[in-house]
């Protein structure tokens, strides 16, 4: 890619044109899954306040001349620009790009983009087949609409957060993003679900996702509990509401997930550590008895954790195999350097003149058309002179009295 010329996109989604007027994670995640499926995105940033996390740890290069691997990682693949949506050419020059693209993607707090006259109802009178993405918080309707929103306001609400840590503990914080990333993925499904509706009618129409329904999604059994049964969800720890054995046990050099808890698998566990004789105990010989909570705690765990008790976790892999589900609680090293992962293709490296940046690919593992996930990050502005001839037919010198307007 260079500032003269798009990049040639291949994938999927190719030929789809995007606008990424978003910051952070959930925005700009949505918008590089896209990209990675072949879309052409543009990411637009205000000239003098960009995107934050372009400052976030960790950094690679030296001086001026250093980058962001977090900011990389969500924003591969994409041409940047600048435009100042506070400037009256900066609002008409996002016009003028809304009605050449198919999908525009922001995540400003819902309001925002209408007061400075480019919200969805503007736009859509542009261009009627444009799908307009909305990611916030709390989402484009209802009382708590205007509320700021973090990842951390999504758990809390959503009811994740009061879900997650120990019994005889204060709730715990999920160890990552998962209100933004949440929201990530509910967009980008709303996006091409509205594209494909788009490509048939012709009509575009609004995708509002907010971070609260969005981890309020991923909830498992804790509403029907309630609404059913009128039980409301508490922290487990490790173990599962229903299911045991089924969780996290120690072994000699950390800790395995375990999930041996139908009678089949049950049955193999106890012939492959060495307690064949358990699978008829009269107390523990069935999946009901092994539900229990009593005879969990006092016969099942204690056997469970004998077994792995004396052996480290590759030990214990290779006996489980293929049949027994039992693998190793890894850290983020031992991921990065696993095989499997190698061999999937989800820890790729992104070249960069100022040095290489390891970083996940994609989970979407398409048999013919296939993502692309090596693409570098813009530096902000790179792509303007190219962007802004090739879609509006700006020439440098227009482009240069825009920019001494503070338009771009």
């Given at each position: 890619m260079t500032a003269s010329a798009p990049q040639a996109r291949r994938g999927p989604l190719a030929g789809l044109l995007v606008l990424d007027i978003?910051?952070?994670?959930?925005?700009?995640?949505?918008?590089?899954?896209?990209?990675?499926?072949?879309?052409?995105?543009?990411?637009?940033?205000?000239?003098?306040?960009?995107?934050?996390?372009r400052e976030f740890p960790p950094l690679v290069g030296q001086g001026d001349a250093r980058f962001s691997a977090f900011f990389a990682q969500y924003n591969r693949h994409k041409e940047g620009i600048t435009l100042n949506l506070k400037h009256e050419a900066g609002r008409a020059l996002l016009k003028q790009l809304a009605?050449?693209?198919?999908?525009?993607?922001?995540?400003?707090?819902?309001?925002?983009?209408?007061?400075?006259?480019?919200?969805?109802?503007?736009?859509?009178?542009?261009?009627?087949r444009l799908v307009y993405a909305a990611i916030s918080g709390f989402g484009q309707t209802g009382p708590n609409a205007r509320k700021p929103g973090?990842?951390?306001?999504?758990?809390?609400?959503?009811?994740?957060?009061?879900?997650?840590?120990?019994?005889?503990?204060p709730p715990v914080r999920v160890g990552t993003i998962i209100g933004d990333v949440s929201a990530t993925l509910f967009a980008t499904i709303g996006v091409l679900a509205a594209v494909r509706e788009a490509e048939r009618s012709g009509q575009g129409q609004l995708v509002d996702v907010s971070q609260q329904d969005s981890?309020?999604?991923?909830?498992?059994?804790?509403?029907?509990?309630?609404?059913?049964?009128?039980?409301?969800?508490?922290?487990?720890?490790?173990?599962?509401?229903?299911?045991?054995?089924?969780?996290?046990?120690?072994?000699?050099d950390g800790h395995v997930f375990f999930g041996g808890y139908n009678d089949k698998l049950w049955a193999l566990s106890c012939r492959t550590f060495g307690t064949p004789e358990l699978i008829d105990d009269p107390e523990i010989d069935t999946m009901a008895k092994r539900f229990d909570p009593?005879?969990?705690?006092?016969?099942?765990?204690?056997?469970?954790?004998?077994?792995?008790?004396?052996?480290?976790?590759?030990?214990?892999?290779?006996?489980?195999?293929?049949?027994?589900?039992?693998?190793?609680?890894?850290?983020?090293?031992?991921?990065?350097?696993?095989?499997?992962?190698?061999?999937?293709?989800?820890?790729?490296n992104v070249e960069y003149p100022e040095g290489r940046v390891g970083m996940f690919g994609t989970p979407i593992k398409l048999s013919r058309t296939q993502a692309?996930?090596?693409?570098?990050?813009?530096?902000?502005?790179?792509h303007n002179a190219g962007v802004y001839a090739d879609l509006l037919g700006i020439d440098a010198?227009?482009?240069?009295?825009?920019?001494?307007?503070?338009?771009?």
């Open positions: 978003t910051r952070v994670v959930a925005g700009p995640y949505c918008a590089m899954i896209l990209a990675d499926l072949g879309a052409r995105v543009i990411k637009i940033e205000h000239p003098e306040d960009p995107d934050y996390v009605t050449r693209a198919d999908v525009l993607v922001e995540n400003f707090r819902p309001g925002t983009m209408a007061r400075f006259g480019v919200g969805y109802e503007v736009l859509r009178e542009l261009n009627p973090f990842d951390n306001s999504g758990q809390a609400t959503g009811g994740l957060w009061s879900m997650n840590g120990f019994a005889d503990r981890v309020l999604a991923l909830t498992e059994n804790a509403v029907v509990k309630y609404t059913v049964d009128g039980e409301i969800a508490a922290p487990l720890g490790n173990d599962h509401p229903f299911v045991r054995p089924y969780g996290q046990f120690p072994c000699r009593q005879v969990y705690a006092h016969r099942v765990k204690p056997v469970v954790e004998g077994w792995f008790r004396d052996r480290d976790k590759a030990e214990l892999e290779a006996m489980a195999g293929d049949d027994i589900p039992l693998c190793a609680v890894k850290n983020i090293r031992e991921v990065v350097e696993d095989p499997h992962i190698a061999a999937r293709d989800m820890v790729v692309e996930v090596r693409g570098r990050a813009p530096r902000l502005g790179e010198e227009e482009l240069q009295r825009l920019k001494s307007l503070g338009a771009v």
